[in-house]
């Protein structure tokens, strides 16, 4: 049994950091400049507040002994879901009236709903271990389990959030999946998740609407689907070699959350299918390489948290992908490694340096 890191795993992930820092100070120089008057001040703010700590964050959760983590899961949990409920209050809380998802302490803030992303793969492993491993033919598991996600959901339906509890919801189903569950949890689910949207859309009209135009943008080109149309243009723009870093017309205001959820179509049109294409392949790498780990894992709640790592940074990535190349619907979700943003960065890194420590005993 090997003792050291998975090592195309390791190179990947630094080259999937340095390229999102290339990404970035190609694409916010621009807005950086407009808003703040400083042509690096989004670049530094993200290596400053997100890189540097999340690779020290990283280098914790590498060189941890992981079950420290299933000891002290649980609490952790209930702080991160008070922090959740957090965000409501106007003081340190975002407040908005569209959304709060974010805590406030002076000029400091962070997105609770990024660490749940992790806390809860974390919680979930070490909850299927001790529980469905045991019971795996009665109920009891499964009304557990419904029961944990009814929690999460209603937080972030709250906020809203209905992406990242898309992306939590799926992580955890396929994790529930990896354990054998019986086929009639398989058949509940799907009902549930049928149950669950429906109900989403009737507390949310504007769901539906958003739906409707993600499947013909030219009925509002100027609204809801203003952004998809603009993604199409700008990925369209770079033909099969791009324009050249830092020459993308459409960063400079046509396109909405360039630096964020829309980084990768302003990629596109810099690098052309060709450099969408390379970046698309590093994260199946990664894909490969998190199953390949778990696969090779001896004990289960590794096995079960490398699952859950690797789907819910690929999940993540190709949903955000997916809506900038018309594919999927917009979801608002940062694609990882790369988009800005400090929380989701220290978060994705933190999640990296888990995995890079599973696959030190992976065969």
Not at 296 to 314: E, H, M, N, R, Y
Not at 323 to 346: E, H, K, Q, R
């Amino acid at each position: 049994m090997k003792k050291h890191p998975d090592y195309i795993l390791l190179g990947l992930l630094g080259f999937l950091l340095a390229l999102g820092i290339v990404i970035l100070a190609s694409v916010s120089a621009s807005f950086s400049f407009k808003k703040f008057g400083d042509t690096y001040y989004l670049l530094r703010h993200q290596i400053l507040l997100g890189l540097i700590p999340g690779l020290v964050l990283a280098f914790l959760a590498f060189k941890i002994n992981l079950a420290k983590i299933k000891k002290w899961i649980f609490p952790i949990l209930l702080g991160n879901l008070l922090l959740m409920v957090l965000v409501f209050l106007p003081v340190i809380g975002s407040g908005s009236e569209k959304a709060s998802r974010w805590i406030y302490l002076g000029s400091f803030s962070f997105q609770p709903s990024e660490l749940l992303k992790l806390v809860f793969i974390l919680y979930l492993a070490t909850w299927l271990v001790s529980k469905i491993e045991k019971k795996i033919k009665d109920s009891q598991p499964f009304i557990g389990f419904v029961m944990i996600i009814g929690i999460v959901t209603l937080l972030l339906v709250l906020q809203p959030n209905i992406s990242t509890l898309g992306v939590i919801v799926f992580t955890a189903v396929l994790m529930y999946f990896a354990i054998n569950t019986p086929p009639w949890h398989s058949v509940l689910i799907v009902l549930l998740g049928l149950i669950a949207l429906y109900s989403l859309i009737q507390i949310a009209p504007y769901r539906i609407e958003r739906l409707a135009v993600f499947l013909n943008p030219e009925t509002d080109p100027m609204g809801i689907g203003y952004q998809t149309k603009q993604a199409l243009i700008t990925v369209g723009a770079g033909g099969a070699g791009g324009v050249g870093l830092g020459m993308s017309v459409q960063k400079w205001g046509f396109l909405p959350e360039s630096v964020a959820d829309s980084i990768f179509a302003v990629f596109c049109e810099e690098t052309g299918f060709i450099g969408g294409s390379i970046l698309i392949f590093l994260f199946l790498i990664f894909l490969w390489r998190g199953f390949k780990i778990a696969k090779g894992t001896p004990d289960k709640f590794s096995q079960l948290t490398a699952v859950g790592i690797t789907s819910w940074i690929t999940i993540q990535a190709f949903v955000n992908i997916g809506a900038m190349i018309g594919l999927l619907p917009l979801t608002g979700i940062p694609l990882p490694f790369v988009s800005y943003g400090g929380s989701a960065l220290i978060i994705e890194l933190a999640g990296a340096g888990i995995l890079l420590n599973i696959s030190k005993n992976s065969q």
